[in-house]
């Protein structure tokens, strides 16, 4: 494959000055804030000194502050409690409001079976199952008023977290904007919330909160900086994102100061040997992402979709990367990518640390599933069993809290995930034919398939789906074989250019299939919980088979699922028109 080999001559030295100056001169790099700008060009001065085309980004988004917050414990006996507002949430009423609380435990759809919450506040935990938004989103739906999160960690731990609640995806249009959760949010630590809990075993808790909330719309900068490279690189149009947000709670350190810090020193590598360079880089620097829902991601997106659908190679996501006490490397890919991660993470890794490659979900600024760029990510983080005894903490107790700090930094770890990173972006930008193999994703998009239609009732002929796979499985192994010729010999630059021009078409047809629940051209609300199904795009199915026959409700969901169905046969035919001509030429 085309990953690097040895290590290239990056300096952990040189990332940890650019931690140390961000966390002592822009701690607090909330969006909006004023030291999130700071912060920002001091990267693109950085960029600029590397010989990089570097500039702020400016873009409008629906961002928010964080409000005050009181909580009290009403009956069935009176205590105040240490609580933050969230952020992206309603303010409650003068005076504050009242409630019995009702506990929905993780937060989900299913938490919410024979409970009425109209009006009332929920209690639900901190954790990705399923995430923060998503679980304010679910608890707006249901009519709560309000929702009182306890943060993870052990049961002990007196941390209070800070969180957004918005959950529509970057910037809402009119169909999306009533999806934005009205309701308040207060958090709290696990602690209290335990405590809360025992109360509420022996009979109904009411408590009151007083939130004050700040939204509205502002403009926010962001770092885009450009490695070109040489005029005379066969493929200098096509270009690889890496990533990272650069707007945080405070201090943030290794959420995302240790990110943003080895994208500046990966940059600073490639420049010094840009001639080798087949392709461009373009390092992004996110903001909005903590608080506006990856609304810098999007914007980027939206204002570069035409360029990014034409020539976007991947797109990598740089977080949380150097975390103290972590005890595996955890690399999460689309299926087409999936050998050449591996690769990455076993040549950089070695026996360190077990490495668990695992399935690529929409999280974080993972905003290109629509348009279908090929994706990954990595870092050392925890075994299911840490997980578990800090209840749900994937990424650190710490995670959001003050106590993200340099203590978490561990610098051994830091190193390694720079140089998995250093050398995957460099295997990228210089490889010959690119590392996409596309029997993954088709073995994958068949099983899915299978899972989402098996018992299910067939009102569409989406069995037409699974007979466009089989056909697409006997060309995408020709078309594997064909690259791997490729790659092992001297191929002329026409063939291996029209040959990676077709890697990049596939992507754009075969990742939203099974990466979006609303389509191409859209943005899924943050960790909506449809994403979790086998195939998102058919999560109607699911409702057809829950119907009345012969109801009302069937013949439109008959409808729809027809044409979803079209949506989804289109791209397969396409895939198979596109390998069909290359093989004709060949």
């Not at 937060?107 to 954790?127: N, W």
């Not at 990598?316 to 999936?338: Q, R, Y």
């Not at 250019?497 to 077709?502: E, F, K, V, Y």
């Not at 299939?513 to 109607?540: M, R």
């Amino acid at each position: 494959m085309s990953l690097v080999p040895g290590r290239l001559p990056h300096a952990i030295a040189e990332v940890m000055k650019h931690v140390t100056h961000m966390n002592d001169a822009t701690p607090y790099r909330k969006s909006g804030s004023g030291q999130d700008t700071r912060a920002g060009q001091y990267v693109v001065d950085t960029m600029t000194s590397f010989g990089l085309d570097a500039y702020l980004q400016t873009f409008e988004t629906y961002d928010s502050d964080l409000g005050e917050a009181k909580l009290e414990i009403v009956s069935p006996e009176h205590r105040s409690m240490k609580a933050l507002a969230c952020a992206h949430i309603e303010a409650t009423p003068e005076g504050g409001y009242s409630s019995e609380l009702v506990d929905v435990g993780p937060g989900g759809l299913s938490d919410y079976e024979g409970k009425d919450v109209r009006g009332k506040i929920v209690l639900a935990e901190v954790s990705y199952a399923p995430s923060t938004p998503e679980k304010a989103r679910i608890a707006a739906m249901k009519g709560a008023a309000g929702i009182l999160l306890m943060n993870w960690g052990l049961d002990d731990g007196e941390d209070i977290p800070w969180r957004g609640l918005k959950s529509v995806w970057g910037n809402p249009t009119p169909e999306t904007w009533k999806d934005i959760p009205r309701l308040f949010g207060i958090s709290i630590s696990r602690r209290d919330g335990i405590a809360i809990r025992e109360m509420m075993k022996a009979g109904p808790v009411t408590i009151k909160a007083e939130v004050t909330s700040i939204r509205e719309w502002r403009e926010l900068k962001q770092p885009i900086c450009w490695l070109r490279a040489p005029e005379y690189s066969p493929e200098r149009d096509q270009f690889i994102i890496v990533s990272g947000h650069i707007d945080s709670w405070n201090p943030g350190l290794t959420d995302n100061i240790t990110g943003d810090a080895v994208m500046m020193e990966i940059a600073r590598v490639l420049a010094e040997r840009r001639d080798t360079l087949r392709r461009s880089v373009v390092f992004c620097f996110w903001n909005g992402h903590e608080v506006a829902e990856a609304a810098g991601s999007t914007y980027f997106v939206d204002s570069h979709w035409e360029q990014i659908n034409r020539n976007a190679v991947a797109y990598l996501n740089i977080d949380s990367v150097g975390m103290k006490d972590t005890n595996e490397f955890h690399a999460d890919t689309c299926p087409e990518l999936s050998t050449y991660v591996t690769e990455a993470a076993n040549t950089v890794i070695g026996d360190e640390v077990p490495v668990v490659i695992g399935r690529l979900d929409r999280f974080g600024d993972q905003s290109f599933f629509g348009v279908g760029v090929s994706a990954f990510t990595g870092r050392h983080g925890f075994s299911p069993d840490i997980v578990k005894k800090y209840n749900g903490a994937t990424i650190g107790w710490y995670n959001h809290t003050e106590h993200d700090t340099i203590e978490i930094l561990d610098t051994s770890v830091l190193e390694r995930d720079l140089d998995y990173w250093t050398r995957a972006v460099a295997g990228l930008a210089t490889a010959t034919v690119l590392p996409q193999r596309f029997s993954p994703r088709v073995a994958d998009l068949k099983a899915r398939f299978a899972r989402m239609l098996e018992g299910k009732k067939d009102p569409a002929e989406l069995t037409r789906i699974t007979a466009g796979l089989d056909m697409l499985e006997g060309d995408v192994a020709w078309l594997d074989a064909h690259l791997d010729a490729l790659a092992a010999g001297n191929a002329p630059d026409a063939a291996v250019a029209r040959a990676n021009a077709l890697s990049l078409r596939l992507t754009r047809q075969l990742t939203f299939i099974t990466g979006s629940a609303c389509g191409k051209y859209g943005q899924d609300s943050y960790g909506v919980s449809t994403l979790h199904q086998p195939v998102p795009l058919l999560a109607s199915l699911n409702d057809f088979d829950a119907a009345a026959p012969a109801s009302l409700e069937a013949k439109l969901l008959t409808t729809k699922l027809i044409r979803l169905r079209q949506t989804v046969t289109d791209a397969i035919e396409a895939a198979h028109a596109m390998i069909g001509d290359l093989k004709s030429s060949v």
